[in-house]
């Protein structure tokens, strides 16, 4: 099971959202970089990170930052926010980050997640938020009335080289993810699954161990609230 600590940037800073709500953040005293130096000094070796900026805008706006936590730790990055053609995906690979996360623009145009997995093979991943069992995009501002498993099933062959899962509804509540929508997505993808979206303990780490075809979890604001301990969480890191 892959650990994935969290670092959403927002204004040059670590910022948490509930669930997903730009005018419901908490802000954190570390910046990104220093955080990223603490998840690698307890030995993680993956990393989630979120443009929120580039999200809000639909471009690359902390590229910079990205660059600097890969180039200064060496960790393998996976990268979302505002990824919306293949000039900003390019940027990320010539970055050093190992994934690139595609959602909205993935979601609108299917023909461009197609082609980006075939341009960039192994490097993208595909971000699916959902609430209700339909798809969001935008920064999670716009629902699209597209129903989840629907959509994965049309894009399931067109090479992804992994999925993001989140219950919006669960994001930054802490109430553990939504395990029965994750599997329901977990037994159809064609590439593994990172879980995503409300992990409040130990114990919800050691439940998705347990699931097929999940490949790793994301943490965030339990790590920042303290209801993780960083100790802890590493060792449940393979």
Known sequence: M?????????????????KGDFENETEYEMSPVEQAGKYKDHGFKNLHIVDLDGAL??????QDIIQEIVIKFNLK????GGIRNFDSV????????????????AIKDKKFLKEACKKFPNKIALGLDAKDGYLSVSGWKENSNQLTLDYLKEVNDYGVSRLIFTDINRDGMKQSPNFNETLKVAEISNCPVIISGGVASIGDI?????????EGIIVGKAIYDGDIKLEELAKEDA
């Open 77 to 80: 990055v996976e990268i979302g």
């Open 206 to 214: 050691k439940k998705a161990k347990n699931l097929k075809n999940v």
């Open 2 to 18: 892959k650990i994935f600590p969290a670092i959403d940037i927002k204004d040059k800073k670590c910022v948490r959202l509930i």
């Open 90 to 105: 390019q940027k990320y690979i010539d970055a050093g980050v190992e994934k690139v996360i595609l959602g909205s623009a």
């Open 57 to 62: 805008i639909g471009e690359t706006v902390n």
